[in-house]
């Protein structure tokens, strides 16, 4: 049975492969987080391929896919709906909003205003949106990609910490190497030729993966690694602030669907390594701000050598 799940995320990965060429951790990655039951933020520099990402998930399981360009005017109900007076019909009218999707990609939303970045990020950790007195379930699977420059970009809103943290990972597509680029080049020389990805799945498979990923084993001692990995946050020397226990469920509902994923019924440590970083960083507070990507990479290698592996961590 755990093959059939490696087998799936494999053929998922080389289907968003053909348009995001390079990057299969990234999709990996992404597909683990969706399946989780979280929301991505992507920090990256413009033209990276964050909405081919995007929009490559949504057609591999024939989802509804919006886009939101965010910007300083934008305003919550952009992005909510309005309800307006139809004067045909003499009744109030709701009209949804981009939020009503099943891939909602929020881009650049550290470029909104403070008030538009609460209304979007309380959809993603209730995933109801309240109008006019009324409540509007949103339509499952629901999954927000939300893209962000760089802080020292112009023209910026930093999310605060407490906003971060409803973010269940945080990755980096990163520029892609020589010869990916020269493929990606090549793919789309000739419009007629474009690479597509095509339909695999439905909107249900994603639901029946989430179930699927809550089988997976947590043995006592890996609820204690991650346990111990976040408690060593809050003591860091190098840390203003630590992770939260959601961090904690986070790291521990990411395992379980990259193990999924990778055709494993148990977590490992080597998982939970995997996915430190990406659960974690978003949601610390380090005393160097201006710590660069070596400096944090040098940090989380440091960190994971400073706390026990479990011996036996597949042991109930």
Do not use: W
Not at 39 to 52: F, I, M
Not at 133 to 157: D, H
Request: overall charge positive; hydrophobic content about 40%.
């Amino acid at each position: 049975m755990s093959e059939k799940f490696k087998q799936l995320a494999d053929q998922i990965i080389q289907q968003v492969s053909q348009v995001l060429i390079g990057k299969n951790q990234q999709i990996r990655m992404t597909l683990s987080c969706f399946i989780a039951g979280g929301h991505l933020l992507l920090e990256d520099v413009p033209g990276l391929g964050k909405t081919t990402l995007a929009k490559g998930l949504a057609n591999c399981f024939a989802l509804d896919f919006k886009r939101i360009q965010c910007t300083p005017d934008l305003m919550p109900s952009d992005i909510t709906g309005v309800t307006i007076y139809n004067q045909k019909s003499e009744v109030f009218e709701f009209i949804k909003g981009p939020v009503f999707s099943n891939i909602l990609l929020a881009d650049e939303v550290n470029r909104t205003n403070p008030r538009t970045q609460s209304a979007l990020l309380e959809a993603m950790g209730e995933a109801t949106v309240s109008i006019d007195r009324k409540t509007y379930q949103l339509e499952q699977p629901f999954f927000v990609i939300a893209t962000q420059n760089p802080i020292e970009f112009s023209g910026t809103y930093p999310l605060p910490e407490a906003q971060m943290d409803r973010f269940m990972m945080k990755i980096s597509l990163g520029y892609s190497s020589q010869s990916s680029e020269i493929k990606m080049m090549k793919s789309q020389q000739y419009d007629e030729k474009k690479p597509q990805v095509k339909t695999l799945f439905k909107a249900d498979h994603i639901l029946k993966l989430r179930q699927q990923a809550e089988k997976v084993l947590v043995s006592n001692d890996i609820f204690k690694y991650i346990s111990d990995l976040t408690a060593a946050t809050r003591k860091h020397p190098d840390l203003h602030m630590g992770a939260s226990p959601r961090a904690s469920l986070a790291l521990m509902k990411c395992s379980q669907a990259l193990s999924l994923l990778e055709g494993k019924n148990h977590v490992s440590p080597q998982i939970i390594q995997t996915l430190v970083r990406p659960v974690l960083e978003h949601r610390l507070l380090f005393k160097d701000r201006q710590l660069n990507e070596q400096g944090k990479h040098e940090f989380f290698t440091q960190f994971l050598q400073s706390v026990p592996v479990p011996d036996n961590p597949q042991a109930t």
